[in-house]
């Protein structure tokens, strides 16, 4: 287990905690290792119209943006689980198709593949964008 997921995946956990899920009541935070170190978070944030929201990876993600960071995502953590059980899970929480579309989005920007690690109760498991999102369509589909 590498010191930085750890870290990464501790902070995921952690950002959990600001999630506004009052209708699921299953909480996910992600966290994002940027190229100089910093650590960019986001929670999920949902509406009382089911569909609008916004997943965790998807929120961290536009704040690195809006932060002129979206080019700088190195690797991904992500953890999840109902309110107070966050990363308890046996099985590992991994990002939903929807987020795996907007980090292909960072995979292509970047030419690089991106781990993102998944936690679970006893630690978790890295599985690669392109593991995750096999012949996906993105930036680069377009040229
Ligand atoms: N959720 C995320 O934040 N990320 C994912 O990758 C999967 C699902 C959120 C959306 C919703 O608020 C709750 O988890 C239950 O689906």
């Known amino acids: ?6 870290r990464l995946v501790q902070a995921a956990i952690e950002a959990a905690k600001t999630a506004y899920a ?6 996910v935070g992600a966290a994002l290792l940027l190229e100089n ?7 999920n944030f949902e509406n009382a119209s089911y569909g609008m929201t916004l997943c965790a990876e998807t929120v961290a993600i536009a704040k ?8 700088a995502i190195r690797e991904i953590a992500v953890a999840g689980g109902l ?9 590992p929480i991994t990002p939903c198709g929807r987020c795996r ?16 690690h998944c936690a679970h109760a006893t630690g978790y ?13 993105g ?5």
Request: proline residues 6%.
């Open 83 to 91: 309110a107070g059980h966050v990363g308890t899970g046996a099985e």
């Open 22 to 27: 009052p209708y699921s009541n299953f909480h």
């Open 1 to 6: 287990m590498s010191k930085t997921a750890q």
């Open 37 to 43: 170190g910093q650590i960019v978070t986001g929670s």
């Open 101 to 116: 579309q907007i980090i292909k989005e960072v995979a292509d920007l970047t030419e690089a593949d991106i781990p993102v």
């Open 139 to 143: 930036p680069a589909s377009l040229k």
């Open 64 to 71: 690195a943006n809006s932060d002129g960071q979206l080019r």
């Open 125 to 137: 498991e890295t599985f690669t964008l392109f593991e995750l999102l096999p012949h996906g369509f």
